[in-house]
């Protein structure tokens, strides 16, 4: 018989219950109990999901990250928590710096947030130094397998492996992580004891680094560790997940463990590498449904491939998810609003497991068994290969007629850089801002009154034209001098667009943990991109209409849009890419058509995308690179162009970044007080720069004198006829009472450098 187990489930809930139990209980509105109490729901509503499983996981349930647990798990929590706060009290103050906002707790500087891995869901980033000792409290993990061990299921903790918790922290005094290895793995062994003594026979123990380029030294690492481990009276299923191994091939199949889980979807070409190096005694684990995205599986062609391996491995052959279902929204069977075509092609987490056991019973009792779900099935997975709503035969064919000379701009930076100063005549240090106001109550209540069909659509469109004026006239008081519209429209720099273009779908509750208890709703993507329509050339001519100053129209990038969506399986990123890229070109040109003669393509999500091999990246940075290139440069040379990235780490990727040919970028930098412009610097970045200013991430209002005092630095990296006064990125978090002062002390700022500069 094929075993079925699942990696994970998501943590938030259906409807969101863990981000509103946290919300509540941060605000002090709510106990302790209380939220434990949620918790303990939502984990028994979460196995009762997953009971068709063989094995179910224990231990991927988190108030907030599983990485911070792993940390509680060890007793690595930063000393500079309050150490006489309460176990849930502390755990709080590293994830987010307080507890409760209302308790006595003291207030800590948060630990680090970043990417896990390749996804968009960001964990707290585990803190050593030469100090650091490790210690087993297996208190809470205990207590969720005694409570799954209640409900009568089959109990298979999950728990993040030692050699990836290290890599995944960071050294804060530059200490060597790999020495804290032997005492790490001492605690657990003896977890592993523990664990052992409640009667577990499997923990999934997660290595993904296993799918990273590892030197020597964490290869070695991951030998010591698992030869360590090996002792341990449990059975340890070592698991991958996100890529293929790779390099590491060899290493992963030969480390002493029970069985090894590989991601059959990203590392597919490895199946059979890995069966002929895998010792005859393991498991072998397949990941066989895509845990990253929302489409159904096609059962037929999955069962043709694995028959035959399940033919050779018998009981030796597990199935499972590629990877933790957190990366996918809970259960589809909540939405009503989507199509029924689309929604017939869709899987959530609840769909994607009932979708596993069909497979497992095909296995096990012939495929005649599930003769009914594999017909459905094939219904589904036909009518969308086939479907005259995802395939347009005019966008196919725009995208393969893409020559590299529409990536490019008519002439070289110097030359447009001439015109667009005869053009505009912008004073030095030109002052300006990243696209959005703030969102006021009034602007969310009157979208959210829209929606509802409560505001009639010719008195929404009036309320934003309001909005824009009043916009407009702020930007004119505070002497600004290149201005925007606002955003007043966009709910979501991503959303927005998407609900305008062709080949979108958007659900009602398809939500994905970000981080704690923030989620994001991506929205999918079916079909071939097209725009029907112009998408925000009435606001933008709308708003210069009221102004003699340039006005940027403002857009989101290909690049960005692709990355914040969930994307289609049938054909390659690259192609959604290009795809976007025309619709986006197309906009840009009807702007510059209507006048608009600076327009700004935010770019904030391109670094995100990168693999997660470094050789891998170059390939992705080529395809994206030109496709921003691609929507931005079909321009006369007196069209300004900007991009913007929020974020600040450009050094592994600046001749990329060079290569997009923006006439101006704005980036993120107040913060790392200008260093960061040392690589442009050192790059010999061509083009203009706007380095951030004012830190929209704080309240905190920045003086003239620090603005000045920043840009003095700013130019002493880059020469003061291109650089750019603007703040770190859009304002539409922050109220107006922060933004005018801000926006005024950057204007008295600029004026102060312009005459300040030797003649
Ligand atoms: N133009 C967008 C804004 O100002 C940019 C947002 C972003 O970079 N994340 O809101
Ligand atoms: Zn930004």
Known sequence: MVTTHNLGF?????????????????????????????????????????????????????????????????????????????????????????????????????????????????????????????????????????????????????????????????????????????????????LLLALDKEGIEWVQIDEPILVTELDQKWQHALKQAYFSLNKAPVKLLLTSYFGELKENLHLACELPVAGLHLDAINAFAEITSVIDWLAPHKILSLGIINGRNIWKTDLNATLDWLEPIYARLKDRLWIAPSCSLLHVPVDLDSENDLDDEVQSWLAFAVQKLDELSIIATALNEGRETVAEERVLNAFAVQSRQNSSRVHNSKVKARVKAIEPALANRQSSYQQRAKIQQQHFNLPLFPTTTIGSFPQTTDIRQARKRYRLGKLAEKDYQQFLKDEIKFTIEQQHAIGLDVLVHGEAERNDMV?????????????????????????????????????????????????????????????????????????????????????????IRDEVQ??????????????????????????????????????????????????????????????????????????????????????????????????EIGPGVYDIHSPNIPTVEQIVLL?????????????????????????????????????????????????
């Open 711 to 759: 840009m003095k630095k700013a130019s002493q990296r880059i020469p003061a006829e291109r650089l750019w006064v603007n703040p770190d990125c859009g304002l539409k978090t922050r109220g107006w009472q922060e933004v005018k002062p801000a926006l005024t002390a950057m204007v008295t700022a600029s004026r102060i450098l312009r005459n300040s500069l030797p003649e």
């Open 10 to 190: 998501p943590r938030i809930g259906k409807n969101r219950e863990l981000k509103f139990a946290l919300e509540s209980f941060w605000r002090g509105q709510s106990s302790q109990q209380q939220l434990q109490q949620v918790g303990q729901a939502l984990r028994q509503t979460h196995w009762q999901a997953q009971n068709k499983l063989d094995l179910l996981p224990v231990g991927d349930f988190s108030f907030y990250d599983h990485v911070l647990d792993t940390s509680v798990l060890f007793g690595n929590l930063p000393s500079r928590v309050d150490e006489h706060a309460n176990d849930l009290d502390k755990y709080f103050q590293v994830a987010r710096g307080q507890s409760q906002s209302a308790s006595a707790c003291q207030q800590i500087s948060a630990g680090e947030m970043t990417k896990w891995f390749d996804t968009n869901y960001h964990y707290i980033v585990p803190e050593f130094d030469a100090d650091t000792t490790f210690s087993l409290h297996a208190s809470r993990l205990l207590s969720h397998i005694s409570e799954a061990k209640q409900q009568g299921i089959t109990v298979k903790p999950v728990i993040l492996g030692p050699v990836s918790y290290l890599w995944l922290g960071k050294s804060k005094d530059d200490s060597n992580k790999l020495d804290l290895l032997d005492d790490l793995v001492a605690s657990y062994e003896q």
């Open 495 to 583: 959303e927005y667009f998407g609900q305008q273009l062709d080949g979108y779908a958007f659900s009602q509750f398809g939500w994905v943990q970000s981080y704690g208890s923030r989620c994001v709703k991506p929205p999918i993507i079916y079909g071939d991109i097209s725009r029907p329509k112009p998408m925000t050339v009435e606001w933008a001519t709308y708003a210069q209409s009221l102004s003699d100053k340039p006005v940027k129209g403002m857009l989101t990038g290909p690049v960005t849009i692709l990355n914040w969506s969930f994307v289609r399986d049938d054909q390659p990123r690259s192609q959604t890419c290009q795809q976007i890229a025309l619709a």
């Open 590 to 687: 009807d702007l510059e058509r209507a006048g608009i003669n600076i327009i700004q393509i935010d770019e904030a999500a391109l670094r995100e995308g990168l693999p997660l091999r470094k050789s891998q990246w170059q390939g992705y940075l080529d395809w994206a690179v030109t496709s921003y290139k691609i929507s931005a440069n079909g321009v006369s040379d007196q069209t300004q162009i900007h991009t913007h990235m929020c974020y600040s780490e450009f050094n592994d990727i600046i001749k990329a970044i060079a290569n997009m040919d923006a006439d101006v970028i704005t980036i993120e930098t107040s913060r790392s007080d200008m260093e960061l412009l040392d690589v442009f610097k050192e790059f010999d970045y061509p083009n």
